[in-house]
């Protein structure tokens, strides 16, 4: 396998590189779908792509998603799932890499941005890949890796497989969906036309990493109205909204509950956008935890927080919204833990020591999982995501990679291959 890895380093690496180029930042506040229309331009590359291929059924549907079968012989059919969207967090456009060979383990200097430095002292991970081809940011955008690293893996193990039809392995779904970084990706994925049995989102980050639990999340709107008045002649008059939501903001908790101050599986409150006038102001709120319970604690806080500040200044209006995003994965999983467990033989084999860790977000699989599609996730070796310091291994990706040609393999064996059908086909349909 490691072999197959090392054939699969540069035709993912190419791929890769060919994809990060393409903006497809979603955008949160928009009202269509998918968010932004060049999603599509990504969507239309693939779907070139994948008919190249020769393979079936590839479509690219109205709302973005991009389809393809990969015939195979015995076994259930595994979905292969990757998103084509990238963070607003940071700039996706025009997207310069810089490709490091053969890394010696000195400090990484972005070229568009020179203050910004690789370090391996303050980079574990990265220390522990000297001699790697390390791709990087020019340090003025995002590269992307989250998650075209997982596009280009699931492309190159599907035209690998291709290339070499004596290989035996289980049908397999292809799958790329839009607006994930936004909490939309799946709203119109239709599980039974998808067709698979269970699936697999590439979309994690360390070598190895299995993941099978992530975040409960909930975004929470809090819209405060005040009131206008010319400022020079204001006095008793004038209620301000801004100043309202920096009350607000000020009582959050200071030393829990936020992204800075927890890690593990401690959850939080993270506002991420305020805007307004001093007529009106929203606040947004991420809330995350990967107890049900706790969640709806960190949203009765934030509803606690808005009455007060209504209480105090009654003569403002403050409304709270909260809209689920998606769930911890982990309770659907475990009614059939072997579909995570080959994603695990499916790494063994690759030469990897396969673990788990809670992931500290959510993925497409989150909402699939919970709608009777188990979606376990599978590392893609990017690191850093959302950042100007984002990074990723050639040897890495590919290693993730092989993992899938592996883990098609897997199911196609007598042993695997007759487990019984895990999806609950009872009427599963678009959100």
């Not at 994809?19 to 968010?35: C, G, L, N």
């Not at 996706?92 to 383990?105: K, L, T």
């Not at 606690?304 to 709270?320: G, M, T």
């Not at 984002?390 to 064996?413: G, N, R």
Request: glycine share 8%; hydrophobic share 35%; net charge negative.
């Amino acid at each position: 396998m490691a072999d197959i890895a090392s054939e699969l380093q540069r035709d993912v690496l190419e791929r890769f590189l060919r994809y990060v180029r393409i903006d497809t930042t979603s955008d949160q506040d928009s009202t269509t779908y998918p968010s932004t229309a060049k999603q599509r331009d990504l969507g239309e590359v693939l779907e070139g792509e994948l008919r190249e291929l020769g393979l079936d059924d590839v479509e690219l549907t109205q709302h973005g998603y991009v389809f393809a079968t990969v015939p195979g012989g015995a076994g259930p059919t595994v979905g292969l799932i990757a998103h084509m969207d990238t963070s607003q967090d940071e700039s996706g456009a025009n997207v310069q890499p810089q490709v490091v060979e053969s890394w010696d383990g000195s400090d990484i200097v972005l070229p568009g941005d020179p203050d910004k430095v690789l370090r391996a002292s303050e980079n574990p991970i990265l220390a522990a890949r000297v001699g790697h081809d390390i791709v990087t940011t020019d340090g003025t955008t995002l590269l992307g890796a989250d998650d075209k690293a997982g596009v280009a893996e699931i492309m190159g193990a599907v035209a690998y497989l291709v290339a070499h039809p004596e290989i035996e392995h289980a049908p397999l779904r292809v799958g790329f969906t839009v607006d994930e970084e936004v909490g939309r990706g799946v709203d119109h994925f239709d599980i039974d036309a998808f067709g698979a049995d269970f699936a697999y989102t590439l979309d994690g980050a360390e070598v190895g990493r299995i993941d099978d639990e992530t975040f409960s999340a909930s975004e929470v709107r809090i819209r405060i109205e005040g009131l206008s008045v010319h400022p020079g002649t204001s006095k008793g008059k004038m209620v301000n909204a801004i100043k309202l939501g920096a009350q607000l903001i000020e009582r959050l908790p200071r030393d829990d509950r936020s992204p800075e101050t927890t890690d593990g599986r401690r959850g939080f409150i993270h506002p991420h956008r305020f805007t307004g006038t001093t007529a009106e102001a929203e606040l947004r709120f991420i809330a995350r935890d990967f107890d049900a319970a706790k969640l709806d604690e960190h949203e009765q806080l934030l509803r606690k927080l808005a009455d007060d500040v209504a209480a105090e200044e009654p003569r403002a209006r403050v409304s709270v919204t909260v809209e689920e995003q998606y769930r911890n994965m982990k309770e659907f999983l475990d009614q059939d833990p072997r579909v995570t467990e080959a994603a695990d033989e499916a790494a063994r084999r690759c030469g990897l020591d396969p673990w788990r860790e809670p992931i500290r977000g959510g993925t497409d699989g989150s909402m699939l999982s919970a709608r009777g599609l188990p979606t376990p996730n599978i590392f893609t070796g990017g690191q850093q995501f959302h950042s100007v310091l984002e990074w990723a291994s050639v040897q890495d990706m590919a290693l993730s990679a092989a993992t899938i040609v592996e883990l098609a393999k897997v199911w196609a064996e007598p042993e695997w291959a007759t487990r019984s059908d895990t999806r609950a086909r009872t009427g599963a349909s678009p959100r």
